[in-house]
């Protein structure tokens, strides 16, 4: 079993930048898809971005590229999300997830591919 623990969430002015960092360990290995999503109140989970840990191929949604970056560390075993030029819509709650199976890039985006979820951390885009 991998387990996940999520960092960097908070309030950001509208035009601000955030890191999320997402740290894997237990079973967690140096391979398989790392990815994060997110879930404002009253909306299904969505995807963000998604990167195969092997190769560092990586996948983003359409409302987040461009402005965001995801990145591996291998050694230590972590994935940071970083965030800039936030909006409004941005508000919600970050989760990262893993899985030991090396996605193709069109697949990474589908969250049902994921067996281990973080708890999440809130990220605020206000003024």
């Known amino acids: 079993q991998v387990q996940l623990v999520e960092s960097g969430g908070g309030l950001v002015p509208p035009g601000g930048s955030l890191q999320l960092s997402c740290v894997a360990s237990?079973?967690?290995?140096?391979?398989?898809?790392m990815a994060w999503f997110r879930q404002s109140p009253g909306k299904e989970r969505e995807f963000v971005a998604g990167i195969r840990r092997s190769d560092g191929a990586t996948n983003y949604a359409g409302a987040v590229r461009g402005r965001f970056g995801i990145s591996r560390d291998r050694s230590k075993n972590t994935v940071h999300l970083q965030m800039n030029n936030l909006k409004s819509d941005d508000t919600a709650v970050y989760y990262c997830a893993a899985t030991s199976r090396n996605w193709i890039v069109s697949a990474i985006p589908d969250k049902g591919g994921y067996d281990s979820w973080g708890q999440g951390t809130q990220v605020t885009v206000s003024s």
């Open positions: 237990g079973r967690a290995g140096n391979s398989g898809t």
